[in-house]
């Protein structure tokens, strides 16, 4: 029993520790061909949206609009590769604890 706590609590610190550097990491999405960047944090926040000024055309909104989403959809595919990365090998079969991107 006492092996079985010194375990949880290594795993409890080893997810602390993942947890910690995905909330310092900043991924990016793309769409356009690098017209739309999206930088999101490694906890799914979005930090910033850059759009090539090429981009931007007032008769085309909806272009614009799909770029966007598209560059988000990368970016959340960034985090959740890097969230398996990070909280794969700590969480083993536990099914993801409900973490983002599990």
Known sequence: MQQ??????????QIAAA????AEAE??????GGLVTVTISGVGEIKSV?????????DDVETLEDLVVAAV??????????TEEKMGPVT???GGLGLPGF
Request: hydrophobic share 35%.
């Open 4 to 13: 079985m706590l010194k375990q949880a609590q290594k795993m409890q610190q």
């Open 19 to 22: 947890q910690a550097e995905l």
């Open 27 to 32: 991924l990016t999405g793309t769409s356009g």
């Open 50 to 58: 850059k759009i090539d000024p090429k981009v931007v055309d007032p």
């Open 73 to 82: 959809h990368s970016a959340n595919d960034a985090v959740r590769k890097l």
């Open 92 to 94: 083993g079969g536990m």
